[in-house]
């Protein structure tokens, strides 16, 4: 049971690069999450869907999108990469009911230079 | 100001020894209570959930104060394998988000 898995794990990019970082789940949870974390700011949410098709914007949307076609995946895309979103992103995902907590994916560990 | 804040300590404890952290949130609609664990360059894992009547763990017993708005997370018989950052974390919201303390930093000492 693979859990919640990113890739890639590391990305350098140059500044007004485009990248997408892929999460994909195989619990069959309905909730799905990305944040960045950050030294001294702890994890911020970015954007999260709660089911295939849908998205909604977080704390720190700007210079991010998402996508959720399929239940099992959710696509992080930046379209021109700026320094300020060196970070590491997390995915979490969860069941819709309260009481679950998240599970996270490994994490990607992104500078943009 | 925040939703949830925590002391960033480090606690730096001798193995064996009792510590305990603290963390208040600012949303009295918040709904759901955990605190996870992050060791270094890791993602966070969920140590454990927060009722309103304090549960407990094993070595860990969480207590959550609705009124106050103040959660807290005691740790008994520190292990070496304890040694990691403590995050609280609420949540919230029709997605069910989480809003996460910045860490507190926990070292045991043999």
């Known amino acids: 049971n693979a859990g919640v898995t990113q890739t890639p794990k590391f990305r350098v990019l140059k500044t007004g690069q485009s990248m997408t970082l892929l999460c994909a789940q195989d619990m069959n949870h309905e909730y799905m999450y990305w944040y960045r974390q950050d030294p001294g700011m702890g994890l911020r949410l970015i954007h999260y869907?709660?089911?295939?098709?849908?998205?909604a914007k977080g704390e720190v949307p700007d210079g991010y999108n998402v996508s959720r076609l399929k239940k099992q995946n959710f696509l992080l895309g930046l379209e021109s990469a700026a320094p300020s979103q060196t970070s590491v992103y997390f995915c979490a995902s969860k069941l819709s009911r309260e009481r679950y907590g998240y599970t996270f994916g490994s994490g990607t560990r992104l500078t943009v230079v | 100001r925040k939703e949830v804040e925590q002391d960033p300590g480090p606690f730096n404890v001798p193995e064996g020894a009792t510590v305990a952290f603290n963390c208040t949130y600012s949303n009295s609609a918040s709904q759901s209570f955990f605190w996870y664990r992050q060791d270094c360059r890791k993602e966070p894992k969920l140590l454990m959930s927060v009722y309103s009547s304090g549960n407990e763990d094993g070595r860990f017993t969480a207590q959550l104060n609705r009124a106050s708005q103040y959660i807290s997370l005691l740790i008994r018989d520190s292990k070496l394998s304890d040694s990691a950052t403590y995050l609280c974390?609420?949540?919230?919201?029709?997605?069910?988000?989480?809003?996460f303390g910045t860490g507190t930093s926990l070292t045991v000492i043999p």
């Open positions: 869907s709660v089911g295939e098709g849908t998205t």
């Open positions: 974390v609420v949540g919230r919201g029709t997605g069910n988000q989480f809003y």
